[in-house]
């Protein structure tokens, strides 16, 4: 067994904000960020493991700040904690000096056929810094423990969570080589800039957005904001069939909450759940300043669980 310091475990990548990367409103979309975040914490785990890693699961992503076209942005990663298989990753985004996004990111390290494998390094703490972000990730993994007992089973719930929403879509997608890390597994990053794209989808048809409006006083448009609740129980592999589904849960006053489910299919026709999460999308004016929803109402009896599940999710509820 080795011993590393956080400091050693830190990662720091760079980013030019290009005009691909950008949206109407020049601001870096959501789904890149979260690819820059998850493919930065990956380069710390897999320091670490000193063997190939797999994102498992996301908490609190919260973005701060928006990120304009042009600009420079700096992403940190360090290892915060280490288990018997599993690392937990602090990721951070800066713009100059001032942090613009923030998450955890937890990773797995696996072996050739992509079976949990074990990692013979452990984190030390060298500051009282140290302690405390290593209590927090302990605290943050007991708390994640606690919600995926049944994880074996999850993995084979293939059931479609989007059914009885009245706002819902869904998006196939081929995982073809240029999707994969290595030209087996599917890159966490480029699967979650899907998702986030689909789930801005929702808001913008839910807002009967119209792209000829953008310059007129009649404007739609949605940031993401935050992601909450992302675990993976399954890996995607080269050639598989990728489902992606988006249904609307969750309308407050500027706000939206989207849940958003991946399945897998192979070649053989087995299915397996990839991930579903919450993402959270503010609806925004020409300036980017936040504007009022359209009031939504939840019908069937599916929205109106879904729908308190959010509100207790949010602390509206108790």
């Known amino acids: 067994m080795s011993y590393l310091k956080i400091s050693d475990t830190t990662i720091e990548t760079f980013r030019f904000i290009h005009y691909e990367q950008s949206n109407f409103l020049n601001r870096l979309h959501g789904g890149d960020m979260l690819f820059f ?6 380069l710390s785990a897999t320091k670490v493991a000193m063997g190939t890693t797999v994102l498992a699961s996301l908490d ?23 288990g018997n298989t599993s690392l937990e990753v602090e990721v951070s985004a800066f713009d100059r000096d ?42 943050r ?9 049944n994880r074996q089973k999850m993995r084979f719930y293939v059931d479609d969570i989007t059914d009885g929403l009245r706002y819902r879509i869904s998006n196939v997608v081929h995982v073809s080589p240029e999707l994969t890390y290595d030209g087996r597994i599917m890159s966490a990053g480029k699967l979650l800039k899907l998702m986030d794209d689909l789930g801005g989808i929702i808001c913008l048809n839910y807002m009967n957005y119209n792209s000829k409006n953008i310059y ?18 399954s890996p995607i592999r080269l050639n598989d069939i990728v489902t992606i589904r988006a249904g609307l849960i969750y309308v407050g006053n500027t706000s939206a909450d989207i849940l958003i489910n991946v399945i897998r299919e192979d070649v053989n026709g087995t299915k397996e759940h990839v991930a579903t999460a919450y993402f ?33 999710r ?5």
């Open 60 to 82: 609190d992503v919260i973005f701060k700040k928006p990120v304009k076209l042009g600009d420079i942005v700096k992403v940190r990663a360090e290892t915060v904690y280490v």
């Open 280 to 312: 959270t999308y503010v609806r925004v004016d020409k300036e980017g300043k936040p504007i009022k929803m359209p009031e939504y109402v939840p019908v069937t009896e599916r929205e109106k669980r879904l729908h308190e599940e959010a509100l207790t």
């Open 98 to 139: 001032e942090e613009v996004v923030s998450a955890y990111a937890t990773y797995v390290k696996v072996d050739d056929l992509l079976r949990p494998a074990p990692v013979n390094v452990k984190i030390i703490a060298e500051s009282e810094d140290d302690k405390r972000k290593m209590d927090e990730a302990k605290r």
């Open 141 to 149: 993994r007991e708390n994640r423990l606690s919600k995926i007992l």
């Open 37 to 42: 975040l998850v493919e930065a914490g990956m």
């Open 216 to 233: 007129d006083n009649v404007f739609n448009a949605v940031v993401t904001v935050a992601v909450k609740g992302l675990a993976f129980y």
């Open 314 to 318: 949010r602390g509206l509820r108790k």
